[in-house]
């Protein structure tokens, strides 16, 4: 079991329990497997299984502001990422869930990132910053600068008609900038971003590559909602 404390809304205890399990093969679909129960008080509506041996689950809470929501990212391990996003996909607040860091939005913004700027115009700037606060309660702020936009292509992942993104945005860790770039999925009906391929460059110049793109979404009542078992690019399971 993970536990949460929610210092964004109110020092309310959110908690994550993960049910007792066997991993099973691809094949025989992961509802089979471990589960993931929402806190109490909130409800699931989405499970995504992306490339990179990620699974995700988002829900909304009682209580919350209205368009807004949870992502918890897992992997082999269990859960690493929760974070708190609002109807236009503002970082609100995320946690680090190993590490213990946490990440909190500074409002208002220079330039909020606006997904219904996105899907008004084709394009979206962003200029915003966070405070980051690691495990031992040391606190730094992190700008970010950066933009989305549409390329006019569309792909359908699942029976979902996704849109296909450009980005790209850079943030100063106190030893030069970092540049993250690449192209994304987005949702105009859940109103929500998904990984794709992308680049992060060091200041040094190294590159690392991921690629995070959605592979299968469940929806409450389909197979594999809120399974605990991620099926692609994990160890020997290679889809």
Sequence with gaps: MVCLINRYLLTT??????????????????QQGPT???????????????????????????????????????????????SFTDAEFRWLLSYELRSGAQNTLIQPEDDPASITDLFATGTDSMSFS?????????????????????????????????????FSYEYDLGEGPRRVEGGQFVSEDWRMFFGGVEVTTLPNGETRESDNSPMEFAEPGEPGFLSATPLYDCGDMMS
């Design 130 to 166: 966070t405070i980051h606060e690691n495990g031992a309660g040391q606190r730094i702020q992190r700008d970010y600068t950066g933009f989305d936009r549409l390329t006019g292509e569309t792909v359908e992942i699942d029976g979902r008609i996704l849109n296909r993104t450009q």
């Design 13 to 30: 205890a959110f908690t994550v329990s993960v049910a007792a399990g066997s991993v099973v093969p691809v094949q025989a679909q992961a």
């Design 36 to 82: 993931v129960t929402p806190p109490p008080g909130c409800t699931a509506f989405l499970t995504t299984q992306s490339r990179g041996c990620v699974v995700s689950h988002n829900w909304t809470c009682e209580g919350d502001p209205e368009g807004t929501h949870w992502r918890l990212s897992m992997d082999e391990d269990g859960p690493f990422y929760l």
